[in-house]
């Protein structure tokens, strides 16, 4: 159906959780056991304990050291003795509601339907819930243009949101997947601005009903500083603090593409430029 994925955008907004669990009964007595030779560890070499944090058990301790990433948590000591695998399982994916939505009537142009080149031939049909190279799946549309949509995805192997651009499929030049391949060979860096340009973390081809698309799986930033100054300021701009910090992040970043990656970004402005922080700092950097 062709609106299916402008009525469930609007349903589904609650994030995604993964949540661990034991496959078989000798998954869970083998963490047993694991469990109480921790607890004779923590009895011998007591570990300092944060002043915030009262346990009232050893367990309970060791279930916090576990959240805080101790190098001693039962996932070290589990995989130190061998015992099991504790990499997280693949996630199954989302199911989707399939009614109870609002139609909207198939002769009115939305988004990307509204460009004068727009075909809808070029584009491939995403649907949310979708799944592609058997690791995305699709939750919502972040965005569009004139040779690509752009969608946030579930990744199911990696437990992680990403943003799946996927390109129309009579696309001439492709230059933005040939520069991430080229960034990759600089890449780990010790750079400062090395962390402030965004990564690909996959690439692969979605066969459409027209033809061909490349996808390329990057990681999701928060909204451009253009679109935050629309949404949050209502353009009234930002504090000085704030535009300090952008500026100084910016300018990490082009030292890094210019002396490490030997590139140029020719399309610097706001709207091309995203932060890339927790949704806590950018409430407090914008006053609420």
Not at 222 to 247: C, H, P, W, Y
């Amino acid at each position: 159906m062709r609106n299916d994925w402008r009525k469930t955008e609007k349903r589904d907004t609650s994030p995604f959780v993964f949540q661990p669990h034991l496959h078989s009964q000798c998954h869970f007595l083998l963490t047993q056991v694991v469990m109480a030779l921790c607890r004779i560890v923590l009895r011998r070499f007591p570990h300092p304990r944060p002043s915030n944090f009262l346990p009232s058990s050893s367990a309970s301790y060791l279930q916090h050291r576990m959240l805080m990433g101790s190098s001693w948590t039962l996932s070290g000591l589990t995989t130190k003795l061998g015992l099991f695998s504790t990499a997280s399982p693949r996630s199954e994916p989302r199911t989707f509601p399939s009614q109870g939505f609002d139609f909207i009537d198939e002769d009115q142009p939305i988004e990307d339907e509204g460009m004068p080149e727009y075909r809808p031939e070029h584009f491939y049909p995403v649907r949310l819930g979708e799944v592609f190279n058997n690791r995305f799946q699709t939750l919502a549309k972040l965005g569009y243009g004139s040779s690509s949509t752009i969608w946030l995805t579930r990744d199911l192997q990696d437990h992680q949101y990403v943003a799946l651009k996927i390109y129309i499929h009579n696309s001439v030049h492709h230059r933005e997947l040939p520069f991430h391949e080229h960034l990759n060979k600089a890449l780990p860096s010790k750079h400062m601005g090395a962390g402030n340009v965004r990564k690909l973390l996959d690439s692969f081809e979605v066969v459409g009903p027209h033809g061909k698309h490349i996808a390329l799986a990057l990681q999701v930033s928060q909204m451009s500083l253009r679109d935050m100054n629309t949404v949050f300021m209502k353009g009234r701009g930002f504090d000085e603090e704030f535009v300090k910090s952008a500026i100084k992040e910016l300018l990490e970043a082009i030292d890094f593409l210019h002396t490490e990656v030997q590139a140029v970004h020719t399309d610097v402005h706001p709207g091309a430029t995203a932060r890339e922080f927790s949704t806590k700092r950018v409430a407090e950097c914008l006053g609420f």
